[in-house]
């Protein structure tokens, strides 16, 4: 499920408007265990594209480092650009998440709009070369709200340079159609697909009547001649969702090369009897490919429904798994499940990341998953054997009637859980006695034996909740260094078995805050919310969101600190120890983290040896996105971009900005004279 159909929404803006107190730390910053100087930039002053909205690999990393620790405060706005889309929701438009992360090639910044928009400009100046309309439904009767997170380019090494369609920009809209654009000038490849398009929804099984539950918001993925495409889809509404495919197009012509189904032969018994096959599991974050392996690692999300697994009995897999895919024939060469008979809605939520690991003075290729659950596993890429041991520890079970939860649950022991996986009633949190009581008595009502505590009819505290633990932004990788950062959610929330017979009356309570959903064909709806105070603050003690580094070979967490605040949604002065539920994901480049992720209006940078926050700087929207880092010419500025355009689900502030800095220096005319 996409993130932004969580719970967590509203439930955040109600708590962020009583935050007035200040708490102590309680991540504390650590040294590293070997010091990491400035990294010389190998390229001196060549060109450094973007090529994908992830990076290299997924790992969110630049070798440029003309911006370091001496000079980032003199960082200034080089130029802003605005898309004009954007919407609340109540304009009768769909509400607008900017989550994109634009990629540079060509000296050409291209972005999507929540819209599903392409956007082309000079990277240097923010000037608008082109742009591309797919003509998507912005009516909020048809989707409540859309995003995007990027784009792909694909140069066709068979066609001259000049020719039309040599550099092609691949995009998926919202409602599911796969288009190849010419990057000169936007305008559809015919030879792709019928006139420069594919519908993505033809030939997925389950979708008849439900088009609006398909959708697309991860970036393709190109490897070879091939495009890649999984799905979004809304899995807490069917049994029988539509099927999770990932599928594989022909670049230049669109035509079908291959598809992979993650649940074939998982079926189970409908409520009406019907003999039904489990549906999703399909893979929403992007997709990472590594050509020099001929491999795809996809992460798959969680089967469908969410929270009873009643009519899809068993592991699931390959649901919730990083499963390697042979690029060329989409056969699996190996996979690994990080959570068995999914109940939590603990998809795979982020790109895997293509690292290196030393053992024994050899370079190990690796790659790195992170989870909801705030564990990051690491495996041997060609193998996928995990390179630090795994365990399968005894969970909960299952007090549901009809519901058999997985005995077991994989951990890695290395690193440690970036975040709790248990809240006890005495821990929690309120800014007055009365708050702290209140919250007290809310958990002590829900069943609660810490992480994958299975879903109950009187309510269950998961812990982490279903926003995580990581979130889509994924992890960045310092190869020099040998850092793997990340940021997390630290908010536990509820979820609630409700009897179909009452799920009707439940989803109809005009004062419900909780999100509801109908899990049809099963004997059980669902409710779930973030448990808070009577203030509305989290019952969760703070800090609600942190920055943290783990070194990618011993697996030691080298350091961990808070990361925002909620003063730009509460109105009112708001510690930074108490940190910020975050959307978006971190940018190493040389010494430096940039990343903004968090609900106030900032983007920051912090010093990669220590965690210590080196610069920020005021947004005019909340930056909901990852950001990136180029130089579009050779001798040309280093550029730090940013999507800042908030996110209507968590209440953030709104915009359809993109932002570039750069270092003082001569404007693009002056470099040209």
Request: net charge negative.
């Amino acid at each position: 499920m996409s993130p932004f159909t969580h719970p967590v929404g509203r439930s955040l803006l109600t708590f962020v408007v009583a935050s007035v107190a200040v708490v102590g730390v309680r991540g504390a910053s650590l040294a590293l265990a070997s010091d990491v100087g400035p990294i010389p930039d190998p390229v001196g002053r060549r060109s450094i594209t973007w090529p994908t909205p992830d990076g290299t690999g997924g790992a969110h990393a630049s070798a440029l480092t003309d911006i370091d620790r001496r000079n980032v405060r003199s960082l200034e706005v080089a130029w802003t650009y605005r898309t004009g889309d954007v919407g609340d929701g109540t304009d009768g438009r769909a509400g607008t998440a900017f989550e994109a992360t634009p990629i540079v090639v060509d000296a050409t910044l291209f972005v999507t709009t929540p819209y599903s928009r392409v956007v082309a400009l000079d990277a240097e100046t923010g000037v608008e070369r082109w742009t591309f309309d797919p003509g998507i439904d912005r009516s909020s009767r048809e989707h409540k709200m859309t995003t995007s997170r990027g784009l792909s380019s694909w140069l066709d090494p068979l066609r001259l340079e000049g020719a039309r369609c040599r550099r092609r920009i691949l995009t998926a809209s919202y409602d599911a159609r796969l288009f190849a654009l010419d990057a000169k000038d936007g305008t559809p490849c015919p030879d792709f697909g019928d006139g420069g398009s594919i519908d993505l929804r033809v030939g997925v099984d389950r979708i008849e009547g439900r088009l609006h539950h398909y959708n697309q918001t991860a970036p393709p993925t190109v490897i070879g001649d091939l495009v890649v495409v999984g799905s979004s889809i809304f899995d807490n509404h069917f049994a029988d969702a539509p099927s999770g495919a990932v599928r594989a197009f022909d670049v230049r012509t669109g035509a079908l090369r291959w598809s992979w189904e993650p649940l074939v032969g998982v079926t189970g018994v409908a409520e009406d009897g019907r003999i039904i096959p489990a549906g999703a599991a399909n893979t929403w974050a992007t997709i990472t490919a590594d050509p020099e392996r001929g491999l795809l690692f996809v992460p798959t999300g969680s089967p469908s429904p969410d929270h009873y697994g009643g009519v899809r009995p068993g592991d699931n897999a390959y649901a919730n798994s990083l499963v390697a895919l042979d690029a060329a024939t989409g056969q699996v060469v190996w996979h690994f499940q990080m959570v068995h008979h999914d109940l939590w809605d603990y998809d795979l939520p982020s790109p895997p990341a293509l690292i290196t690991v030393w053992r024994a003075g050899r370079a190990v290729p690796a790659v790195a998953q992170a989870t909801k659950m705030g564990l990051l596993f690491v495996f041997e890429r060609e193998t996928g054997r995990p390179l630090f041991p795994v365990v399968e520890r005894p969970v909960p079970p299952s007090d549901v009637p009809g519901e058999v939860a997985s005995p077991t649950q994989p951990f890695p022991l290395l690193p440690r859980p970036l975040v709790p996986h248990a809240l006890d009633v005495e821990e929690a949190w309120g800014l007055t006695p009365i708050d702290r009581a209140a919250c007290r008595d809310r958990l002590a009502g829900l069943r609660n034996e810490g992480i994958y505590t299975p879903p109950s009819l009187r309510g269950s505290l998961a812990v982490p909740g279903f926003l995580g633990g990581m979130e889509w932004g994924g992890v960045a990788f310092s190869e020099e260094a040998g850092i793997v950062v990340t940021n997390t959610n630290r908010l536990a929330m509820v979820a609630r078995l409700v009897p179909a017979r009452d799920y009707a009356t439940v989803a109809a309570d005009p004062g419900r805050t909780a999100q509801a959903a109908p899990q049809d064909g099963t004997p059980y709806g669902t409710v779930r919310e973030v448990p808070v105070s009577p203030l509305g603050l989290p019952c969760s003690p703070p800090p609600w969101g942190m920055l943290h580094a783990v070194d990618a070979s011993s697996g030691e967490v080298l350091w961990e600190v808070p990361l925002g605040n909620v003063q730009d949604l509460s109105k009112v002065p708001s510690p930074g120890a108490w940190g910020s539920p975050n959307l978006g994901g971190p940018v190493i480049a040389g010494e430096l983290i940039f990343i903004a992720a968090s609900m106030d209006r900032r983007i920051r940078a912090f010093d990669l040896r220590t965690g210590e926050e080196v610069w920020e700087d005021v947004l005019p929207a909340s930056g909901q996105a990852t950001p990136l880092t180029y130089r579009a010419r050779p001798g040309g500025r280093q550029y730090l971009a940013i999507a800042a355009g908030g996110h209507v689900a968590v209440g953030s502030a709104l915009g359809d900005y993109i932002v570039a800095y750069a270092l003082p220096g001569p404007t693009v005319a002056e470099q040209d004279r």
